[in-house]
């Protein structure tokens, strides 16, 4: 098993492992924008699209695209996935085959509870409606914890699972109930005799972490995402370049590193789960340059990464994938006459095979521009 030796990780050698790997997001969880639409919630969407869910799984991601990723060179996969995939008839089971797909080519998988019972913020990507629930009722977190003691059930003994992201970007202003369920998880997975590595994410989406020390124990990493400065990397302001000035801020490759400075001073590892940028098109305002100075400041602080994220529809606002789908057929994407994957209900009335096709990842084209930096820093 990994485990945590002060800032490091290491192996059952002894030798340090630095994790450097991808995010395999809107796959077991999915997120509108990642299929070039509108951010909804995916029970909602799953209403519109009885059936497609469990088909496109099938598509999206299959046992090729864990020998893609190793050839790659990524030492690691971060593996989103919605809680309600654990309650469906055969979700576990495919949770488990997929982990086994990464595991089996001694690649290590860190598992990532993308949406919790209730929601753990009021956004799309935990599966919400508009509520942060999980922090209202009790019962919400009664079911999240004995969700997280079947997978360890599951996974205790696969030393190539990396660790478990228990909670991805809790939003809450109730902070002790947050890290009460932090304690409680921490809790339930040592008393099954799991000794995995937990990453603990900050509160505000990953940020704000300064409360996580207090419940620090054996074995447990800090986890943060990086996304700044949002209006750049998210393309929500168009006419921004990097380096450049964004309101009061300078940004660039220095101001990046003081920002960053302040996650060095915890005395245990620290894991970005998440960073990424939305390329709009081929470095036209300097987005890989943004890449190369985060993944050099990365390795200086010696932190563990995985970039957001593996494949998406190209073009886009939000961080986009390493494999971008640009031939989208009239199915999905920004040009369709409903957006995005809100207009696939209507296309499977159509051509159903047509539809899933499409998701296969021989149908996305390599960033190479973008991979030929993450390359350089990979271990």
């Given at each position: 098993?990994?485990r945590?030796?002060?800032k490091?990780?290491?192996d ?9 790997g991808?995010?395999?997001g809107?796959?077991l969880?999915?997120e509108?924008y990642?299929?070039g639409?509108?951010?909804i919630a995916?029970h909602i969407?799953k ?7 469990e088909k496109?799984?099938k ?12 050839k790659l060179g990524?030492?690691?996969i ?6 309600r995939?654990?309650e ?8 488990k085959k997929a982990?086994?797909?990464?595991t ?6 860190i598992?990532?509870m993308?949406?919790v ?23 919400h977190?009664?079911h999240y914890l004995?969700l997280?003691?079947?997978l360890?059930d ?5 030393e190539?699972v ?16 947050l890290?009460q369920?932090?304690k ?6 040592r ?8 990453f ?10 300064d409360?996580i020390?207090e ?9 943060i ?5 949002t209006k ?6 168009s006419?921004?370049?990097y380096p450049?000035?964004i309101g ?6 220095a101001?990046i ?5 302040q996650y060095?001073?915890?005395g245990?590892?620290?894991?970005v ?7 709009r098109c081929q470095h ?14 990365f ?6 990464w995985t970039?957001?994220t593996?494949?998406s529809?190209g073009g886009m ?5 390493l ?6 057929s ?11 994957m809100?207009?696939?209900p209507f296309?499977l009335?159509?051509?159903p095979?047509?539809?899933y ?7 996305f084209i390599?960033?190479?521009k973008?991979m ?5 820093y990979?271990?």
């Amino acid at each position: 098993m990994l485990r945590v030796e002060g800032k490091n990780i290491i192996d059952k050698a002894g030798r340090k492992v630095r994790l450097t790997g991808i995010s395999i997001g809107g796959w077991l969880m999915i997120e509108g924008y990642i299929l070039g639409g509108r951010n909804i919630a995916e029970h909602i969407f799953k209403g519109m699209a009885p059936g497609f869910v469990e088909k496109f799984r099938k598509v999206f991601v299959a046992q090729n695209d864990a020998e893609i990723i190793k050839k790659l060179g990524f030492n690691c996969i971060r593996l989103p996935f919605n809680y309600r995939l654990l309650e469906e008839p055969e979700g576990f089971e495919f949770l488990k085959k997929a982990v086994l797909w990464f595991t089996e080519r001694k690649m290590y998988v860190i598992l990532d509870m993308h949406a919790v019972p209730g929601s753990q913020n009021q956004d799309w990507h935990s599966d919400s409606d508009g509520k942060a629930l999980f922090f209202e009722d009790e019962s919400h977190r009664k079911h999240y914890l004995n969700l997280w003691k079947q997978l360890s059930d599951a996974f205790k003994d696969n030393e190539y699972v990396a660790g478990y992201d228990v909670m991805n970007e809790p939003v809450t202003d109730k902070l002790d109930i947050l890290k009460q369920a932090y304690k409680d998880v921490i809790d339930v997975i040592r008393k099954n005799g799991d000794q995995h590595i937990i990453f603990l994410e900050g509160n505000m989406w990953a940020q704000q972490v300064d409360f996580i020390p207090e419940i620090l124990s054996e074995n447990v990493a800090i986890s943060i995402h990086f996304y700044e400065p949002t209006k750049f990397v998210f393309n929500q302001v168009s006419n921004l370049t990097y380096p450049g000035r964004i309101g009061d801020i300078q940004w660039n490759k220095a101001r990046i590193a003081k920002y960053l400075k302040q996650y060095t001073k915890y005395g245990v590892p620290i894991y970005v789960g998440e960073f990424g940028i939305a390329s709009r098109c081929q470095h036209c305002k300097k987005e890989y340059d943004w890449v190369r100075d985060v993944l050099q400041i990365f390795k200086q602080y010696r932190f563990h990464w995985t970039y957001w994220t593996y494949k998406s529809v190209g073009g886009m606002k939000y961080p986009d994938g390493l494999f971008q789908l640009f031939d989208q057929s009239d199915i999905i994407g920004l040009g369709t006459e409903h957006p995005g994957m809100e207009n696939i209900p209507f296309k499977l009335k159509e051509d159903p095979q047509k539809v899933y096709d499409i998701f296969a990842t021989d149908r996305f084209i390599l960033n190479r521009k973008l991979m030929n930096i993450i390359k350089n820093y990979l271990c």
